[in-house]
C-alpha cells in the first residue's frame, strides 16, 4: 500500500537555524508526494508537492523539500527558521490515484 | 477564490442528534473530498466525490454516516445519530482532477478548507 512515514513526533530549532521535517515513504510505481502545514484551529495549507522532474521541489513561505529515491525520502527543509513556523507539518502520498493517506504528523516548534 | 468554505466552525451537540455539516468547494474544482481528524486516526478520507458523484466512500464509518453533493458547490456530511466517538475536525478539500477516476490519476493539489470542529457530548 502507499505510505508515508513520518519518525519525529516533535522537532525544535532555534530560530534562525535550519530545519529537517522528515518524512519517508513506500510506494509502488512513481510517488506522487506532498507535504501541508496546519496552524493551530486552521485547515491543512498546501506547501509543496513532488510529481516529478527535479529532486528539489521548492514550495511556499521559503520551505523546500529533497526527493531522494535511493533513501526512499521526503524530507521538508528550510535554510532558516522562523518563530512562526511553529506548526504541524503533515507529509502525504497519493493514494489509489486522488486520495491522499497522510502521515501522522510532526510538530515544529521554533524558539527564539 | 474564496477557498473551500465550510460551516459550521464549531458544533457542539448532544449524543443522538443529526449533525449536519456543510462544504462549498473551489469554484471549478470538480473533485469534493471529506476527512476526518482525530488524535488517535490522524486524518482520514471518509469520501470522495468526482463531478457530484460518490466515486469512494469506503472511508464511511457506518450508516450513520452519508454524504451528499446535490450540485458543483455544495456538499453535506451528515451524521444521524451522533455519537461521542464521532468528535473529530471534519475537513472538506476540493481539486480540479485532470484526469478523472478513470485514468488513475489526478495529480493536482487538495485545498483544505477550515474545518468544523464537532463535539458530541
Not at chain 1, 15 to 24: A, H, I, Q
Request: aromatic residues 12%; charged residues 15%; hydrophobic residues 35%.
Amino acid at each position: 500500500a502507499q505510505s508515508v512515514a513520518q519518525p519525529e513526533d516533535q522537532v525544535n530549532v532555534a530560530e534562525g537555524n535550519p530545519l529537517t521535517v522528515k518524512c519517508t515513504y513506500s510506494v509502488s510505481g512513481n510517488p506522487y508526494l506532498f507535504w501541508y502545514v496546519q496552524y493551530p484551529n486552521r485547515g491543512l495549507q498546501f506547501l509543496l508537492k513532488y510529481i516529478t522532474g527535479d529532486n528539489l521541489v521548492k514550495g511556499s513561505y521559503g520551505f523546500e523539500a529533497e526527493f531522494n529515491k535511493s533513501q526512499t525520502s521526503f524530507h521538508l527543509k528550510k535554510p532558516s527558521a522562523l518563530v512562526s513556523d511553529s506548526a504541524l507539518y503533515f507529509c502525504a502520498v497519493f493514494l489509489s490515484g486522488y486520495a491522499l493517506n497522510f502521515g501522522k504528523g510532526t510538530s515544529l516548534l521554533v524558539t527564539p | 477564490d474564496a477557498g473551500v468554505i465550510q460551516s459550521p466552525r464549531h458544533e457542539v451537540t448532544e449524543m443522538g442528534q443529526e449533525v449536519t455539516l456543510r462544504c462549498k468547494p473551489i469554484s471549478g474544482h470538480n473533485s469534493l473530498f471529506w476527512y476526518r481528524q482525530t488524535m488517535m486516526r490522524g486524518l482520514e478520507l471518509l469520501i470522495y466525490f468526482n463531478n457530484n458523484v460518490p466515486i469512494d466512500d469506503s472511508g464511511m464509518p457506518e450508516d450513520r454516516f452519508s454524504a451528499k453533493m446535490p450540485n458543483a458547490s455544495f456538499s453535506t456530511l451528515k451524521i444521524q445519530p451522533s455519537e461521542p466517538r464521532d468528535s473529530a475536525v471534519y475537513f472538506c478539500a476540493s481539486s480540479l482532477d485532470y484526469g478523472g477516476p478513470s485514468s488513475g490519476v489526478s495529480t493536482d493539489t487538495q485545498y483544505f478548507g477550515p474545518g468544523t470542529r464537532l463535539t458530541v457530548l
